[in-house]
T-cell receptor
Framework: NAGVMQNPRHLVRRRGQEARLRCSPM?????VYWYRQLPEEGLKFMVY????????ESGMPKERFSAEFPKEGPSILRIQQVVRGDSAAYFC?????????????FGPGTRLLVL | DQQVKQNSPSLSVQEGRISILNCDYT??????FLWYKKYPAEGPTFLIS?????DKNEDGRFTVFLNKSAKHLSLHIVPSQPGDSAVYFC?????????????FGQGTTLQVK
């Protein structure tokens, strides 16, 4: 049973470009969480999605950021018109249960660098 | 507003001795606490958790203690091993949120020599 997959592992973008980060949850998991880790900080919750639904986006910046988890395929975190401050590690976690706390399994992360 | 705080950025311990990592929180609504371990270039891995109805949970070499009145929890690792060298994150959640979102501390880097 493969773990949570994230790709790309590293992504370099110039200011103003778009970044798309993909997350494939573990098999049988239909709950996905996205977290961001800025340098020298802990992980910060961004959004919680179930298949085809955004359940909690209280941690998402109001502009330029969006997330989806379609019926088929991976969850996508999209950042439009990236700025240097978006440089961070973005982690996805999946869970088989709604509101799963200890059952959140994390992927290896995507490290975004904005030049 | 840092609701979960790990005030020690780093800790160095000799192999075989006890490692004690500390975490403080401010939100009294938190009712579930977790510790994650993270190696460089990897995602966090769940280590151990504790519900607010307990004050201690033990799993092998790892024990978590919760002091609700002080809003403080700690992770004890004994005996410490070189493979324990990693960043440890404390996290909290409250069941009433029904989303399971985790609030993380800043992390403590543990080095076991």
């Amino acid at each position: 049973n493969a773990g949570v997959m994230q790709n790309p592992r590293h992504l370099v973008r110039r200011r103003g470009q778009e970044a798309r980060l993909r997350c494939s949850p573990m098999k049988g998991h239909s709950h996905v969480y996205w977290y961001r880790q800025l340098p020298e900080e802990g992980l910060k919750f961004m959004v919680y999605l179930q298949k085809e639904n955004i359940i909690d986006e209280s941690g998402m910046p109001k502009e330029r950021f969006s997330a989806e988890f379609p019926k088929e395929g991976p969850s996508i975190l999209r950042i439009q018109q990236v700025v240097r401050g978006d440089s961070a590690a973005y982690f996805c976690a999946s869970s088989p249960y709604p509101g799963g706390q200890e059952t959140q399994y994390f992927g290896p992360g995507t490290r975004l660098l904005v030049l | 507003d840092q609701q979960v705080k790990q005030n020690s950025p780093s800790l160095s311990v000799q192999e075989g001795r006890i490692s004690i990592l500390n975490c403080d929180y401010t939100n009294s609504m938190f009712d579930y606490f977790l510790w994650y371990k993270k190696y460089p270039a990897e995602g966090p891995t769940f280590l151990i958790s504790i519900s607010s109805i307990k004050d201690k949970n033990e799993d092998g070499r790892f024990t978590v203690f919760l002091n609700k009145s002080a809003k403080h929890l700690s992770l004890h690792i004994v005996p410490s091993q070189p493979g324990d060298s990693a960043v440890y994150f404390c996290a909290a959640s409250h069941g009433s949120s029904n989303t399971g979102k985790l609030i993380f501390g800043q992390g403590t880097t543990l080095q076991v020599k």
